[in-house]
């Protein structure tokens, strides 16, 4: 504590010494470091196991099954993460994806329009559920986890109830043969194959927004700003961060996911089942806290979370292709998450010492 | 110790736009009440270029509504709040800062996990490149923050640690350093010696005077009138809520400013009260034995002993 403040004066080779500290500080270190480490470790080992265990699991088609399962919930995990390190849950988020769903298929479909139409409806509501969310979050001062959980068995009940009351059933009805309805599959729920590797449309758009929500968080303003809200929200505020705005929009962008995923689902099924998403909200927090993401906002990194989906698609389809009973899944998604928390609050308080 | 002077010339300069000789903040019977209970009334106050305006005041005694308002986090509800001459009201910080009225919170306003260079520019990022590509200018951003921290004589191992590896000097001295680096022209600092240790506090003394000769001006909330007088040019004593003291440094001494900060007339009844040897009675310590402490020992030294 005595020697914090020592003046320049007293130390002319400040540079050179500054530079020899530096370079003591190694390159593991440095590596162990990142938020995503014990992601990436526990990535590698469920990799092994299955690979060990279960012989269809080294094919390269099971591998593009594996992305197609982490991608979908790869994709919500990215902007859930984005709203975790702000410092917010959103608990609504699994089935606002099935509500902008139910919203695309039915509107076109009751109103005989291009699916298209559907499609930007859906946003609109999508992008609403995230800014009433965020707006009833800074204006009542109650905790996220509330506010959201709330929204989560409104738009349950929403979802199923309104699909009953317009369709007769639980499932909206099938849109395949409508306008648009070709190109719009295009975009959300295409796949290609290049020598017998099937690639997925969402296992794309999975990797490129998180490449764009990494450039965000690391490389803007808004990103410095998302740590910032969460790390300390009346610190942010009182240098000028506009906390609001960035809540909102965090809460948006889960809005805007929902919509993304929301439409692939209905372009990849044709209809949708309204009763679908409960869980998941839980499936995308986990994901991100396994990447790296504190429960409490300020730290994390989308590369974690990503990590994290690509764990969960390898646990839920190596499991299959073990031929073990699928009910084990969320047990092991259980127990890796809790590992995963352990090592990562080790190896933070490890790496943070001096 | 001698490089903390001139430090304050080197930055980009605050922004020069003097509305003649007056004072920059002015407070004209400003008060503050939250629902029935009055934090602060009837405030006057003036701050001007080159001068340190020590506020001082025992804990409770609205320093810290006070800081609130100038700085733009409350507004006041009575009163006017004056900033080169013409009355503003204030919604956010962020006014006040495009003002040039910056604050050093007691907490620093600093985000603990994040890394140095982050928290230098927080809330006021340099930004290269542009539209879509418009990205942070992390290079210049990390050489500012680095050239900044070694003029006050802060030689960090790596700016990337997270702040909450920093000593409470060091992010002292990161707060005041970006607060002066983005052209404060009145600095508020909030008990900035608070926390720290003797050398520490010497050091943060210096760099108040600093700002002072670079023309800015200070406000500098204390309760300690001993740092307070060292750098002061004008003293405004707060109590439960008013004003008890005002006075420039001519009219007073360190005597004078120390007796009205430890309750000045209540404390002259409170030494009469003691002068006459009205003290309530207490048991002599253990181990010291005056004539009348006889052997009956207290239950729990019994109970040792047992």
């Known amino acids: 504590m005595s020697q914090t403040l020592t003046p320049r004066a007293t130390s002319p080779e400040g540079g050179s010494e500054k530079a020899l500290r530096v370079g003591q500080r190694s390159l593991l270190r440095r ?18 196991v299955f690979f060990t265990v279960a012989e269809p699991f080294r094919q390269a088609s099971s591998l593009s099954t594996v992305l197609y399962a982490s991608s979908t919930i790869g994709l919500m995990a990215i902007a859930v ?33 291009n699916v298209w139409v559907g499609v930007g409806v859906a946003l609109l509501v999508s992008l609403t559920i995230g800014f009433v969310n965020g707006m009833l979050l800074i204006r009542t001062r109650i905790p996220s986890f509330l506010i959201t959980l709330s929204m989560f068995l409104m738009l349950q009940g929403l979802n199923v109830a309104v699909t009953k009351l317009v369709t007769g059933s639980v499932a909206t009805q099938n849109i395949s043969n409508m306008d648009g309805f070709a190109s719009a599959k295009a975009v959300f729920a295409s796949e290609a194959s290049f020598a017998g590797f099937n690639i997925r449309a969402t296992v794309i758009w999975w990797l490129v927004f998180a490449a764009i929500a990494t450039w965000v968080l690391l490389r803007t303003r808004v990103g410095n700003w998302i740590y910032a809200i969460g790390g300390s929200k009346e610190s942010a505020r009182a240098v000028g961060v506009p906390v609001n705005k960035v809540k909102v929009g965090l809460f948006m962008t889960v809005g805007f996911m929902a919509w993304f995923v929301g439409m692939h689902m209905l372009f990849q099924f044709n209809t949708v089942q309204s009763g679908e998403g409960v869980g998941n909200e839980l499936l995308y927090i986990m994901a991100a806290v396994v990447g790296g993401c504190l429960l409490t906002g300020g730290y994390g990194t989308v590369i974690g979370a990503v990590i994290g989906a690509f764990i969960y698609g390898m646990t839920r389809q190596g499991i299959v292709y073990a031929g073990w009973d699928n009910n084990w899944v969320m047990f092991f998604v259980g127990a890796m998450l809790l590992t995963a928390v352990i090592v990562n609050t080790w190896v933070r308080t490890q790496t943070s010492k001096r | 110790m001698a490089t903390t002077t001139g430090t304050t010339q080197a930055k980009p300069g605050p922004p020069v736009e003097e509305g003649g000789s007056g004072p920059i903040v002015e407070l004209r019977g400003v008060g503050k009440s939250f629902g029935n209970i009055r934090a602060l009334s009837g405030v006057d106050l003036k701050v001007s270029t080159g001068e340190v305006t020590c506020i001082l005041g025992d804990n409770g005694a609205g320093k810290s509504t006070l800081i609130k308002i100038i700085a733009g986090l409350h507004e006041p509800t009575s009163g006017e709040y004056r900033v080169d001459g013409r009355p503003v009201k204030f919604s956010s910080p962020r006014e006040a800062l495009n003002r040039g009225i910056a604050t050093v919170y007691q907490d620093l306003a600093i985000v603990q996990l994040m890394p140095v260079w982050r928290n230098f520019f927080l809330g006021s990022e340099l930004s290269t490149g542009a539209g879509p590509f418009r990205r942070l200018d992390v290079k210049r951003m990390r050489a500012i923050c680095d050239e900044e921290l070694q003029k006050m004589g802060i030689d960090l191992p790596n700016i990337d640690l997270p702040v909450q590896n920093l000593s409470g000097g060091q992010k002292q001295v990161l707060a005041i350093a970006r607060a002066i680096y983005f052209g404060a022209r009145v600095l508020i600092l909030d008990e900035p010696t608070a926390a720290l240790g003797v050398k520490q506090s010497g050091v943060v003394l210096k760099y108040i005077n600093a700002a002072r000769d670079a023309g800015l001006g200070v406000i500098f909330i204390t309760h300690n009138p001993h740092h307070a007088f060292m750098v002061g040019d004008h003293f405004v004593v707060i109590k439960l809520g008013e004003m008890e003291f005002d006075a420039p440094r001519s009219e007073l001494s360190l005597q004078d400013l120390t007796h009205h900060m430890a309750g000045g007339a209540e404390l002259d009844a409170l030494e009469h009260e003691l002068e006459r040897g009205q003290v309530p009675e207490v048991d002599p310590l253990h181990g010291v034995k005056s004539k009348e402490s006889v052997e009956p020992e207290l239950p729990h030294q019994a109970e040792r002993k047992g």
């Open chain 1, 31 to 48: 590596f162990l470091s990142r938020p995503e480490v014990g992601s990436l470790i526990g990535a590698v080992v469920v990799f092994s």
């Open chain 1, 81 to 113: 993460a984005l709203l975790m390190i702000g410092g917010e849950f959103d608990l609504s988020a699994g089935v606002a994806v099935i509500t902008s769903a139910i919203t695309a298929g039915m509107f076109s479909y009751q109103f005989t329009t």
